[in-house]
């Protein structure tokens, strides 16, 4: 069979067979625009899951090493504000300045004292931190950072108004705990008492966050850092950062791999490696993943990841099914055509190849025109369930295409085999 002859009968069959194959290009469409949608979203899931995932809260809590004068009271670190080490503020920049910097999404620091607060002069926790703060972030391009418990703490239900003038020293954000015990509400004056110094407090806003939250009267730093006379000093640093899920190499002991290896791990968004990234900036100070909250974003984006792929495949399985079933139709219905090609001489592999490039241009015009409605549908989804815009990725196209390629391959295989398997004999005595 001549290659004239092969390309005649190829255009033929597609001249007289539009509407089967058609359906066999849809059949291809519907599993690729689904695998085009899915990988975009795939490749994406990292950073856009990850910023979802930030409303679990802070996943880092940096502190200083050996604070040997703290303690702790219903959950709430309480300092004594001597003697103690601490991290200085004016260096919080730092957090900015590590290699995984455009992975810390929020840091807010904390510096809290047992203070005496209301009529009857109840002992509670008074946390100074910064509820939104512009920080200076020099040597960069971004110039600045905004930091703060307004971004780490996304969860924070709040009655009334966040107290955003990091200069305020006269507001308060009071948890529902304190709230019921000083029977205070938005808009109350009191004060907190702190040896033999008072100041004078008005409830902004009351939070009710659960947990030890409920029981602290959050106040601007400058409030605590006056009191205690730590000014520039701060306790701890809870950070929020994007990660990937940790996996056996990135628990491995960082210090037992070989330089290559070291580098894998120091370059990926592994808590792990940006823990050490923190230490390296901060040298006096520990950085803890905060392993509950670690775990769970873990966990929920292998998750994820799996239902894409299973997804995927199950869309891509279907895809290959209604091939195989219109391919197979083709093959039924051309019986004595194929029987006479191969009368005239044509080998089984050039019968195997002329099946096999009706599938091949099935499967690119599917995977061309599958991409095109899959980059709208991951768009859809990135707009209505992560509210942003998802940039195409320049591989999903030809990746969208080898896989719709190899679908309408694969769902032609059993079409083939039946097709070599004609015999040209039994065909045209009409047996």
């Not at 520990?286 to 792929?309: F, H, R, S, Y």
């Not at 290959?320 to 219109?326: E, P, R, S």
Request: with cysteine; hydrophobic share 50%; net charge positive.
């Amino acid at each position: 069979m001549t290659r004239m002859f092969f390309y005649k009968v190829l255009f033929k069959s597609f001249v007289q067979r539009k509407k089967r194959i058609l359906l066999a290009v849809l059949a291809v469409v519907m599993g690729a625009s689904l695998a085009s949608a899915l990988i975009n979203i795939y490749l994406n899931v990292d950073e856009k899951v990850g910023k979802e995932l930030r409303s679990f809260g802070p996943n880092i809590v940096v502190e200083p090493r050996s604070n040997e004068l703290s303690l702790e009271v219903g959950g709430v670190t309480l300092n004594s504000g001597s003697g103690g080490r601490y991290i200085r503020e004016d260096e919080l920049f730092k957090l900015k300045k590590i290699f995984w910097k455009y992975n810390i999404v929020g840091f807010a620091p904390y510096l809290s004292l047992a203070v005496k607060a209301g009529a009857g002069e109840e002992k509670v926790a008074l946390t100074g931190t910064w509820f939104e703060k512009e920080v200076p972030v020099p040597g960069e391009e971004f110039k600045s950072f905004t930091a703060g418990a307004r971004i780490i703490s996304p969860w924070w239900k709040v009655d009334g108004q966040w107290v955003l003038n990091p200069d305020d020293k006269s507001k308060a954000m009071i948890g529902s705990a304190v709230a019921r015990s000083l029977k205070l509400k938005v808009g109350d004056s009191f004060q907190v008492i702190y040896g033999d110094k008072k100041h004078p407090l008005k409830v902004a806003a009351i939070v009710d966050a659960g947990g030890s939250d409920d029981k602290q009267i959050f106040v601007n730093l400058p409030v605590v850092q006056g009191l205690a006379g730590l000014e520039n000093k701060v306790a701890r640093v809870k950070v929020s950062a994007m990660i990937v899920p940790e996996d056996d190499f990135s628990r491995r002991d960082n210090k037992t791999m070989t330089p290559e290896e070291f580098e894998r791990w120091y370059c990926t968004p592994y808590i792990s490696a940006i823990v050490k990234q923190i230490e390296e900036v901060f040298p006096d100070a520990d950085a803890e993943p905060i392993a509950q909250i670690a775990q769970a974003e873990g966990n929920m984006m292998q998750k994820i990841k799996l239902t894409v792929l299973f997804v995927t495949l199950i869309a891509l399985a279907a895809s290959a099914l209604g091939v195989t079933t219109v391919m197979t139709a083709n093959v039924l219905e051309r019986r004595k055509e194929i029987g006479m090609i191969k009368a005239i001489g044509a080998e089984n592999l050039q019968v195997a190849l002329l099946f096999a490039g009706e599938a091949a241009a099935i499967g690119i015009a599917g995977g061309v025109t599958g991409y095109l409605i899959g980059l709208g549908l991951a768009k859809f989804i990135a707009a209505t369930v992560f509210v942003t815009e998802m940039k195409p990725e320049v591989m999903v196209l030809p990746a969208t295409v080898v896989i719709a390629l190899a679908v309408a391959l694969l769902g032609s295989i059993l079409p083939v085999r039946r097709a070599i398997g004609t015999e040209p004999v039994v065909v045209l005595r009409g047996e």
